[in-house]
């Protein structure tokens, strides 16, 4: 009985390590996850990285950490800023296949992030991932 009770919190604790219920992909497809980065352009609400800056910082940064491969977009985007004042902006859409649930990633991804708001001085690079059947 007292083994009982000691076991159990670490059932407890082991069940709850994975709340997203496993993904199931169709035959010829295999679960992987998506991230998708989002790029602004201007630099102090001026246009400011030009299409060669973001060549050279996916040479630099983004190609070295991912290898494999990743899609570059073009898009652009808006939301109200300061003073509740419109701001559009363009932006690169980066989007990368990567093996679902993978720290090395999520590290690299935040390196990325990291290296674009610093290089470019930017608030922030916005991200969206997610899990995805991919097939190739």
Not at 104 to 111: H, I, P
């Amino acid at each position: 009985m007292r083994n009982a009770l000691v076991l159990l919190p670490l059932m407890l604790v082991a069940s709850c390590a994975s709340l997203e219920p496993r993904l199931t992909c169709a035959a010829g497809e295999e679960p992987m996850r998506t991230a998708q980065l989002f790029f602004g352009q201007n630099i102090g609400g001026q246009p400011g990285v030009s299409d060669a800056d973001f060549r050279k910082f996916t040479d630099e940064v983004l190609t070295p950490r991912f290898p494999e491969g990743l899609t570059v977009m073009d898009g652009g985007g808006q939301w109200t800023g300061a003073e509740n004042k419109l701001i559009r902006e363009a932006a690169k859409i980066v989007v990368l296949v990567l093996p679902a649930a993978n720290g090395e990633n999520r590290r690299k991804l935040g390196e990325v992030r990291q290296a674009y708001v610093e290089r470019f001085h930017q608030d922030s690079v916005m991200m969206i991932s997610q899990r995805a059947c991919v097939s190739f």
